[in-house]
């Protein structure tokens, strides 16, 4: 599953300190859920990215304020 978010390789590295291994390619981040993932596996991958990507916007948002 490829996700379009901005800035994938810091998504990515933040995921992986919290031991989820994706990838990223320009503009996304790939996830593989599959059979052998618990529904409550995914969950988390998803409310992580939701986190990260929240506190990214926030960062902006402060950085924006500050020009």
């Given at each position: 599953v490829m996700l379009e978010l901005d800035?994938?390789?810091?998504?990515?590295?933040?995921?992986g300190?919290?031991?989820i291994i994706v990838d990223y390619r320009p503009?996304?981040?790939?996830?593989?859920?599959?059979f052998y993932n618990t529904t409550e596996e995914n969950?988390?991958?998803?409310?992580?990215?939701?986190e990260i990507v929240g506190s990214q916007?926030?960062?902006?948002?402060?950085?924006?304020?500050?020009r």
């Open positions: 800035e994938p390789e810091a998504i990515g590295a933040e995921l300190k919290r031991d503009g996304t981040v790939r996830i593989s859920p599959y969950r988390m991958v998803i409310e992580a990215i939701k916007d926030r960062r902006r948002s402060t950085d924006d304020g500050r």
